[in-house]
């Protein structure tokens, strides 16, 4: 059996208005979209819930359904993100007091990276001139193999692991619906 198509006609392309020579998204505004280090550290700070009523133990209880688990959980990362990057943060600082080593090459890194700037002086690699941003990139790089072996992978690792069952376990028990008032009501109604 065949099956014949018949693909004639004309097609007119839809006008998409004015051509323009850039692509679809513009890079270049991408890093005004972006807000630096200490832009979102002001920001995470502004919107810290407060920790009594983050660690109100009256209000973990567990759920009835699947659909108002999912419900729950998207509701509390958007309510106490904010505790939650502190919580990661926290982890992350216990995680680099115990590792002693990873402190070491860290502060050596920084310390020669410091007086890299200072000195502000070029230095010929291989025949290349290299510039103090440069240097101070290579340093960083030449950094990586050192921190593997002193064991970041496993802290970085433990660190995103612990942050996330403890997180989630939070978020999973916490009853959202029990601190909800007026005020925040618009704001959550907005997040799911």
């Known amino acids: 059996m065949e099956t014949k198509v018949d693909l004639s006609g004309d097609m007119s392309v ?4 004015p051509k323009s020579k850039s692509p679809a998204f513009d890079f270049g505004n991408l890093s005004s979209k ?15 819930r407060p920790w009594s ?12 359904s ?14 106490f993100q904010s505790n939650y990057i502190c919580i990661f943060l926290v982890f992350m600082v216990y995680c680099l007091i115990t590792s ?10 920084f310390y020669l990276c410091y007086r890299i700037r200072k000195a502000n002086t070029n230095f010929t690699l291989f025949g290349r001139q290299l510039n103090t941003n440069q240097q101070c990139i290579a340093l960083n790089i030449a950094c990586v193999p050192v921190l593997y072996i002193v064991g970041v992978g496993q802290a970085m690792f433990w ?18 619906e029990a601190i909800v008032t007026e005020d925040t009501e618009g704001f959550l109604s907005e997040v799911v």
């Open 53 to 64: 009523e983050f660690l109100n133990t009256n209000n973990y209880k567990t759920v009835a």
């Open 159 to 176: 660190t995103i692991g612990a942050s996330c069952f403890v997180v989630s376990l939070h978020a999973v028990f916490y009853n959202i």
């Open 100 to 109: 002693p080593l990873i402190l070491i090459v860290l502060a050596g890194s």
């Open 34 to 48: 972006i807000p630096s280090i200490t832009e979102a550290l002001q920001i995470t700070r502004k919107n810290i």
């Open 14 to 17: 839809p006008d998409g208005g």
């Open 66 to 79: 699947v659909q108002r688990l999912s419900g729950r959980f998207i509701r509390n990362l958007a309510y």
